[in-house]
């Protein structure tokens, strides 16, 4: 909006000289003065602060607070130095100026946090540079912000949020919170509109606002490292791996039988030795070099996806649409569900007992992580905090990836029962329609996890739910029949139309082509060979049973062995994993590789792989746990 000129401005002006700095570059690191002579503690600054709506009632809400509101608009200025004046505050003075380097106002760390309250979105892309939330901005935010100091950026404009946000990530900084919009969640509660803000919202637009600051060692990280983080934190070793190679170097040094290495999730016999179904052994050797050398399509071959479906569904046959597309692993087909169904800056939403290996895909994409409580004060599964959490977050995003990784999950064993499907489903369908609702069951051990019908029964369930919720299966085929490292899995939706499916297949094929182009050909020819070969497919069932049924074995022995020494544990259902809650899981497993036992810590407890131990070993087990509890 066009402002008119104000007539006699500098004598105007004249009035409010205690309001006004005129040379800020002359304040640079003398603004704590200032600060202590108000009688105010935080300093806070505003980028624009209009005719001084939100500035006036921020003063006058903090007066702990001393801030800087900053204004290139004369005219503008004036209307917000007179509403200072009529509330009598002494805390705000005023820079009538157009920011062009902070850090020429500012030294290092010297302001508390930032507001950016409905910056021009100069949409035109030759100005980018010149928009407020440019990462060149970013850079003097960052450098005079205190180490916990906060950006608050808010607007109306899309294009300018998804423009900051991917800007905030591009400069390696931290997400606090995130919502697109403000005033129908729980973050408006501390809100103060500002005029725009006031006048779109009466228009209907939704108003964005997001919180982010430093990551933490970032300072640090700038001055040392070439690699660009892009928001995430990179540990120095891959936890599980790293513990897990710690745990083979010690039985190379110490012998098989003096360690136990309850840490990769894959079977092993009571030997130590990787098993591997005979009958997928056959189909992987009988492989003709085309079958394995050639490329594969980028959903995955024909035969590959009717066989997987097959695999991941067994006797359920969907009333819907089924869409496929092969991923490398279940990982890949869990990027590719977060990568299509939430926006950067979203949070998506996972029980608390999980494979970390989630946060980190969300990492990569600019994603965050929000956890319910998977168990109540029972033991049973909290769908209280469930609904409680998915409204949350439904509040404050427009979409919503849910992983809910059953049966058998990892790092519990833990698997729903139909009945707490139920209560999921009815969580999902009370959800505002307008709002898209990915639901990812992670399947990765649904064929470890009990009798093959049973575990599926939830199946026929997810059809119940309503249209803007479409579930997926993240279908681990490398896990189901033993050939880990080729890397064989699928991302499967069961949509309700036609189109959903074939945008499904669409955007996820555009995503692996980018990601890792076609998966190998080799695994997906296996599993077609087996499906299409009656009695090699009853020779991989009738094995899965046998090995089913020794994890089984394994699981119940260290459960009879945990209550008998007192042990407590998260209750357990099946699958490759038994995990025990503590309140330093980093702790515990540095004090049982002293005794060379390996298990991970995970962030709400230890988890120990039934999978990769003897019988023997699992009874072993629970004692040793108990005493590094104890020490």
């Not at 700095?21 to 300093?43: D, F, I, M, S």
């Not at 006058?60 to 917000?80: D, K, M, Q, T």
């Not at 599964?381 to 959490?389: A, I, S």
């Amino acid at each position: 909006m066009r402002q008119r000129k104000v007539k006699n401005l500098e004598e105007k002006y004249a009035k409010y000289e205690e309001f006004l700095v005129y040379h800020p570059e002359a304040c640079k690191g003398n603004w704590q003065e200032r600060v202590r002579k108000a009688g105010c503690t935080g300093l806070y600054l505003e980028v624009g602060c209009g005719k001084g709506k939100f500035i006036s009632e921020m003063a006058e809400r903090h007066p702990e607070n001393f801030y800087i509101a900053v204004e290139g608009n004369r005219s503008v200025l004036l209307r917000a130095m007179e509403k200072i004046r009529e509330k009598g505050l002494t805390n705000v003075v005023f820079v009538p100026d157009f920011i062009v380097d902070l850090t020429d106002w500012f030294r290092d760390e010297e302001v508390d946090g930032i507001y950016l309250n409905f910056s021009d979105p100069l949409p035109k892309n030759y100005s980018a540079k010149k928009r407020l939330t440019h990462r060149s901005k970013l850079v003097q935010y960052e450098r005079i912000l205190k180490d916990d100091g906060i950006v608050t950026f808010k607007t109306d404009n899309t294009g300018l949020f998804e423009f900051t946000i991917q800007e905030i990530l591009a400069n390696d900084m931290k997400i606090h919170e995130l919502t697109r919009d403000l005033h129908h969640c729980e973050y408006n509660e501390d809100n103060i509109m500002t005029e725009y803000e006031a006048k779109f919202s009466t228009l209907g637009e939704n108003i964005k606002r997001v919180k982010f600051g430093r990551r933490e060692g970032r300072k640090k990280m700038a001055d040392t490292s070439f690699a660009a983080y892009n928001g995430r934190t990179v540990p120095k070793e891959d936890k599980i791996f790293g513990i897990s190679g710690r745990a083979k170097a010690a039985i190379a040094a110490k012998g098989k039988e003096n360690v136990i290495n309850a840490t990769i999730g894959a079977l092993l016999d009571d030997e130590g030795k990787l098993i591997v179904l005979s009958s997928v052994d056959e189909a992987v050797k009988s492989l003709t070099p085309a079958e394995y050398a050639e490329y594969a399509p980028i959903a995955g071959t024909p035969a590959f996806k009717e066989a997987i479906v097959k695999a991941a569904l067994g006797d359920y046959q969907p009333k819907g649409y089924v869409g496929v597309v092969a991923s490398p692993g279940g990982t890949g087909s869990l990027r590719n569900a977060i990568a299509n169904y939430s926006c950067p800056g979203d949070k998506f939403l996972t029980h608390d007992w999980h494979w970390t290996t989630y946060k980190n895909i969300a990492m990569e994409m600019g994603r965050d992580e929000e956890t319910f409580d998977m168990f109540d004060a029972e033991g049973n599964f909290n769908l209280e905090d469930f609904e409680y959490k998915v409204n949350k977050l439904l509040r404050i995003q427009d979409r919503l990836v849910i992983i809910i990784n059953t049966p058998a999950n990892n790092p519990t064993g833990y698997s729903l029962s139909d009945e707490d499907w139920d209560g999921v489903i009815r969580v999902l369908n009370s959800t505002d329609p307008a709002k898209k609702v990915a639901l990812v069951a992670d399947v990765a051990y649904i064929d470890f996890a009990g009798d093959e019908k049973e575990v599926r029964s939830f199946l026929p369930k997810l059809e119940e739910l309503n249209s803007n919720i479409l579930p997926m299966l993240a279908y681990s085929a490398s896990k189901t029949f033993t050939f880990y490292g080729c890397r064989c899995a699928a991302t499967i939706c069961l949509a309700k139309t036609e189109e959903v499916r074939d945008e499904f297949v669409r955007v996820l094929s555009f995503s692996a082509r980018a990601s890792w182009s076609n998966c190998p050909r080799g695994p997906q020819e296996v599993i077609a060979k087996i499906y299409n070969n009656p009695e090699l497919l009853a020779k991989v069932d009738e094995e899965r049973a046998g090995f089913r049924n020794m994890l089984l074995s394994r699981g119940h022995a260290f459960e009879e062995e945990a209550a008998k020494v007192g042990l407590k544990m998260v209750p357990f259902r099946g699958g490759f994993f038994c995990s025990v809650p503590c309140e330093d899981p980093d702790a515990v497993s540095k004090k049982l590789e002293e005794a060379d036992v390996f298990v991970v810590p995970f962030t709400k407890g230890v988890r120990v792989s039934i999978a990769s131990i003897s019988e023997a070993k699992c009874r072993k087990l629970p004692k040793l746990i108990l005493e590094a509890l104890e020490a």
